[in-house]
């Protein structure tokens, strides 16, 4: 009977979970495809790359989204039993809400293997495939290549191995050409800052070539004018949603010997690892409202008071988080700071109706 039970109550609950996630995936695809729409005829940005735009950008969305549709389902789940008084039959045969809940809240493991899932393999390379194409049909200028950035500017051509966060530029190779595409002149650059509309190169290192011989010399900085600026390469940065939590770790460690800021990557980090916890919490949380309300029925009531609930989660998640950024707090703390407080309210709630 153990078994059946779960195995009902958890097909109820995955059922309803996965209706919500396809309202919000229609939902997703039209602000996505509204957002994008500006963009539709610039470079090569055409119908094809829209939609493979906004294809691959679904998966982090549903993402940062899963737990309000997990708590939305269950509550929707629940309610739908209570409402056939299958709830009711339950508690009748000595089911208590303990064991109703401990139900609910294996489905809500198996959820949280699936946002695991879903965080560490679907949305990074999903969303990395999504970010790319679009700037590279933007960018018709640039190309991108396991060597990192190509473009041409003039009768050169550059190389960028790396758009900081600041949108400074690691590892500049400046490949200059006479008229019938003889290399003329080689300009390296450790770093590229712009500052006052141009670019200063750090940790230059310059050859000549000529038919004769290959002069080369090293000097601190110089400045280069290009049509290359920071707008333009913005959208090679990369971006902290983009990223499993083991290439955020690392990516972390790279931007801190770089002197960059790393705050709004160790709050993605955090909120990673903490997304399956936020998944159980939600389940938990819907419980209670289901017990509460199960003489009175409404079920449009229960899904209301989930979409609320919800809606504050997200806010109080983002920010805090952001906020916590801003004046300097512990990424940490801005992301288990809002979880705490919802697994705080669902256990007042499950011992209030205890």
């Not at 809500?108 to 679907?122: I, K, R």
């Not at 939590?245 to 690892?273: F, P």
């Amino acid at each position: 009977m153990i078994a059946i039970l779960d195995r009902h109550i958890g097909r109820s609950l995955l059922l309803a979970t996965l209706l919500v996630t396809g309202v919000l995936l229609a939902l997703f695809v039209f602000i996505s495809v509204v957002d994008v729409l500006p963009d539709y005829g610039k470079g090569t940005f055409g119908g094809y790359e829209l939609l493979r735009y906004v294809a691959l950008s679904q998966p982090r969305k549903l993402y940062e989204a899963f737990p309000v549709a997990v708590l939305v389902g269950t509550l929707l789940g629940l309610s739908t039993l209570a409402l056939n008084a299958e709830l009711t039959a339950m508690r009748a045969a000595g089911v208590s809400k303990a064991r109703i809940v401990s139900a609910a809240m294996k489905t809500g493991l198996l959820l949280m293997l699936l946002a695991v899932a879903l965080g560490e393999y679907v949305v990074p390379a999903a969303e990395t495939q999504a970010q790319t194409g679009r700037a590279r049909a933007l960018a018709t200028g640039f190309q991108q290549k396991g060597s990192g950035l190509w473009l041409r500017d003039g009768a050169s051509f550059v190389s960028l191995g790396e758009v900081l966060p600041d949108l400074s530029l690691l590892r500049v190779a400046i490949y200059e050409f006479a008229p019938d595409r003889r290399l003329l002149r080689l300009t390296s650059a450790e770093r590229a800052v712009y500052d006052e509309g141009r670019w200063r190169l750090e940790g230059v290192q310059r050859t000549r070539l000529s038919e004769e011989r290959v002069e080369a010399e090293a000097i601190t900085e110089q400045s280069w004018i290009a049509r290359l600026t920071p707008e333009v390469v913005a959208v090679y940065t990369v971006k902290p949603e983009a990223l499993s939590i083991a290439q955020l770790s690392a990516y972390i460690r790279h931007l801190e010997q770089n002197g960059q800021e790393t705050g709004r990557y160790r709050l993605t980090m955090w909120q990673k690892a903490f997304m399956p916890l936020a998944t159980a919490i939600m389940v938990l949380l819907a419980t209670p409202f289901v017990f509460q309300e199960a003489r009175s029925g409404g079920l449009a009531q229960r899904v209301f008071i989930g979409v609320m609930i919800g809606l504050a989660f997200v806010v109080l998640t983002r920010s805090a988080g952001y906020l916590g950024v801003i004046y300097g707090a512990p990424p940490l703390l801005g992301a288990v700071l809002p979880l705490a407080l919802f697994l705080g309210l669902a256990v007042v709630l499950l011992r209030r109706n205890a």
